[in-house]
């Protein structure tokens, strides 16, 4: 390529954070959990994220309502302590990912 790529650079990555579910919060396996996050340093808007727990892809949410729930009873081979891991893409396909641990009463 002759042309410089000003889209896809390391330094317009998103950053995003999970404002919920909350960390510190043990649910139940019949609870509703919403996943929400927050993203700055944007230069291209957010256009979706996809939702991992465990390793296990559970689906995605769109912008512009970017919020995505589930029911942990509904996921096979869960446990008490899970890895929830959100990869968040803009526009242009720049992608950001943040991690956190879901507590639940088993």
Do not use: C, W
């Not at 790529?5 to 995003?16: A, E, G, M, R, T």
């Not at 230069?43 to 029911?71: D, M």
């Amino acid at each position: 390529p002759t042309e410089y790529d000003d889209v896809h650079n390391p330094s317009f990555k998103p950053k995003i954070n999970i404002t919920s579910p909350n960390t510190s919060t043990t649910y139940k396996l019949n609870d509703k959990i919403f996943v929400l996050i927050t993203a700055t340093y944007l230069h291209f808007p957010l256009a979706n994220f996809e939702v991992y727990l465990g390793g296990h892809y559970l689906g995605s949410a769109s912008a512009p309502n970017l919020i995505f729930s589930f029911i942990p009873a509904a996921i096979q081979n869960i446990s008490g302590t899970n890895d929830l891991r959100i990869v968040a893409y803009d526009t242009k396909g720049n992608s950001a990912e943040a991690k956190m641990s879901l507590l639940l009463s088993i």
